[in-house]
Structure formats: structure tokens, C-alpha cells
């Protein structure tokens, strides 16, 4: 029960599983699977996860993001605050923790203010916020950190391709609060535990390293060493909430796509369509198999990282599955408010999809 449990929650990690083993048939083990992996993905991912869990279990976002909620003042400046929130949480803690830290706290803010109608345009603003805020940095989406990595990017090249589609989702995101009425608001807030500052202290020099290490400056294997062991000393919990199904889809993905571009006619026809438009084709590909797996898959047949980059970070809006942080979110509103799923599904896919068709425009005619 426990593994269908697992497979259930993590249903792109059983997708990505059935399809490496699907092409082990066609292309049979052998020593160049070793190849396929990027083990430096795997290291950087894994910690940043780690020390991010081990600062969500002492609260810490919640206890900041609390303090800012209660300073907002009106219901505009309450959207404004929780959608900046989330997509400058995305640049830190990459947009599944992003959100799975700050939608309860959407929700507390607008269920305290008496304002619970608009929880569905909140929730899908926050998921947009969390797609769309990570793209700036390499560690702030999971397909960011693969590409930065597998393409050897330097650093002001990879935040001069991302910087005009993040302040162009800033601008959307800031207008879509435009029609939300500043309506006063007086938020009491219960919650009084105060931050651990020695916790709090170790475990943000423990993600100030997992930096250094995404950008090259520390070799991974020491991370591995140092924040690993600190981990199992201070907190062995954040080590077991690391989430391991998004590893586990990296790394079947890794097997899966080395396998495919191996075959001469799957090669040749990705490679010719990705010719062609990159930006298209990629942002294609994330509205049917995610953005994760398309910047893996992809990866392998084209040396545009430019276009491939705006690519999957643009294609995480668009459909609910465009995005493993889009899943997150919708199941959390299935959750909380059953009988309106329906209505929340045409809300985001209307949201989504002007953001989706609007930066593929401009990136199209500007970005590029």
C-alpha cells in the first residue's frame, strides 16, 4: 500500500520509470548508460531540498511570510504581497516548495479576512508566481538547475537570457491584481512561535553553501559530505522529506532520453524539428510531458540553450500538467474546496494560457 501510495503522488516519476525501461528494450544496458547522468544535478538538487526542509521545519518561511502578510493593508495589497511571496520564495526554494509553503498561507490570510471567494484567482496567481518566479536563477526550477549544469552556462549569460521574460511576468502578474478592489482589511494572526535564530543560522549558511556549489564555486562532493552530515546531526527529518519521487523522475528521465537519442530516427526527427523553432517545439512539449522531462529530453538533441531555456520555463504555464507545480496546487484546492474544482479548472487553464500565448509572443519577437 505504501508503494501504490507513493506511485500515485508521484505519477510522473511511474511515467518517467515505464519509459526508461520501455527503451533498455531497444537500446540494451551497457556502458554508456553511465554516461547518461548528470550526477551534479543530482548532488545540487538533493541539497538545496535538504536544508530548504530543514528551514520549513523551524518554520521559518511561514514565521516571515506571516510577519509581511500582516503589513499588507488592503485585499489588492494582500494579493500583491502573497504573489510576491511566492515568486521570490520560488527564486530561493525552487516553485514546488515555494508553494507548498505559502498556499496555506494564502489561505489563512484570505479565510481571516472573510475574502474566501477569491481563493481560486489567488491560488492560481500563487501557482503562475511559482512557475514563472524561479526562472531568474539556476536553482529556482529544477529544469534551470539540469540545463545550467548539462550546458556548462556562466552565470551573467544565464541570468542575462532569463531577466526579460522575468520582469515581463512581473508586469502580467502585478496586472492581473489591477481588478482586485483595495478593500481594508484586518488580519488577526495567532501564530506567535518565535524563530529558533541558531537553527535559523546554521541552516541559512547551510543553503548559502548549496549555492556555492550550484555555482560552481564548491565542488559538489563536499556538499554532499558537509551538509549531509550537519543534516543527520541537527535534523535527520529534513533528509527523509527530501523529495525523492523528483530525483527518482530525474534520473529515470536521464535513461530515458540517453536511450532515445541513441535512435538514429528518433534523433533525426527531434533534431529537425527543434532546427526549426526551438522555442516552439519546447514549449510545446511541456503542455503534454512537463516541463522537467522536456528540458531533459530535449536537451539531448539541440546546443540552443538559449531558446530551450525560455522554452521550459515559459511552457510551465499553459496546461495543468505543463508544470509539476500546477498538480500541487490543484490538488490543494481539490482538497479544500471540493465542489469547485470544476470552476478553478477553467480559471487557471483561461489564466494560464493568456500568460502562456503572451510570453511566447514576446519571446518570439524580443527574447531571442
Known amino acids: 500500500m505504501a508503494v501504490l501510495r507513493f506511485l500515485k503522488k508521484n505519477i510522473v516519476f511511474s511515467v518517467a520509470a515505464v519509459a526508461a525501461a520501455v527503451t533498455c528494450f531497444l537500446v540494451p544496458p551497457d556502458k554508456e548508460y553511465l554516461g547518461y547522468f548528470d550526477w551534479k544535478t ?7 531540498l535538504a536544508v530548504v526542509c530543514a528551514l520549513r521545519n523551524i518554520k521559518f518561511f511561514t514565521i516571515v511570510a506571516r510577519r509581511l502578510v500582516r503589513i499588507s493593508g488592503n485585499l489588492r495589497g494582500l494579493f500583491l504581497m ?6 521570490l520564495g520560488s ?25 474566501e471567494r477569491y481563493m481560486a484567482y489567488l491560488f492560481i496567481l500563487q501557482n503562475i508566481s511559482a512557475n514563472l518566479g524561479g526562472m531568474l536563477t539556476p536553482f529556482g526550477n529544477p529544469q534551470n538547475l539540469y540545463l545550467y549544469s548539462y550546458f556548462h552556462i556562466p552565470t551573467g549569460e544565464f541570468c542575462r537570457i532569463m531577466l526579460p521574460p522575468f520582469l515581463l511576468a512581473i508586469t502580467l502578474l502585478a496586472l492581473c491584481c489591477l481588478p482586485i ?9 495567532s501564530f506567535s512561535e518565535p524563530l529558533n535564530k541558531r537553527r535559523t543560522t546554521l541552516y541559512l549558511a547551510l543553503f548559502a553553501l548549496s549555492l556555492l556549489i550550484v555555482f560552481r564555486v564548491v565542488p559538489y562532493w563536499i556538499g554532499l559530505v558537509l ?18 519521487g523528483l530525483l527518482g523522475t ?3 528521465f536521464f535513461i530515458f532520453a540517453g536511450n532515445l537519442a541513441r535512435l538514429p530516427a528518433v534523433n533525426e526527427l527531434v533534431s529537425t524539428l527543434l532546427a526549426k523553432d526551438t522555442l ?5 512539449s511541456c503542455q503534454a510531458i512537463s516541463n522537467v522531462p522536456s528540458a531533459i529530453l530535449l536537451s539531448q538533441f ?3 540553450y538559449h531558446a530551450l531555456l525560455l522554452g521550459v520555463n515559459i511552457g510551465g504555464t499553459g496546461t495543468l500538467i505543463a508544470s509539476l507545480a500546477s498538480l500541487i496546487t490543484f490538488s490543494e484546492f481539490r482538497v479544500l474546496y471540493p465542489g469547485r474544482t470544476k470552476q478553478y479548472f477553467w480559471m487557471f487553464t483561461a489564466v494560464n494560457v493568456g500568460f502562456l500565448v503572451i510570453m511566447t509572443v514576446a519571446a518570439k519577437l524580443f527574447f531571442l
Request: proline fraction near 1%; include cysteine; aromatic fraction near 14%.
Open 302 to 304: 539541440t546546443d540552443n
Open 82 to 87: 502573497l504573489i510576491a511571496i511566492t515568486f
Open 42 to 48: 543530482l548532488a545540487c538538487l538533493f541539497l538545496t
Open 227 to 244: 551538509i549531509t552530515g550537519v543534516l543527520l546531526w541537527s535534523d535527520r527529518e529534513a533528509l527523509l522529506m527530501v523529495d525523492y
Open 91 to 115: 527564486m530561493l526554494i525552487a516553485n514546488d516548495m515555494a508553494l507548498i509553503t505559502f498556499l496555506p498561507l494564502g489561505y489563512f490570510a484570505l479565510s481571516v479576512a472573510h475574502q
Open 181 to 189: 478592489k483595495a478593500v481594508k482589511l484586518t488580519i488577526e494572526d
Open 280 to 284: 516552439l517545439v519546447s514549449t510545446l
Open 250 to 252: 530525474f534520473f529515470f
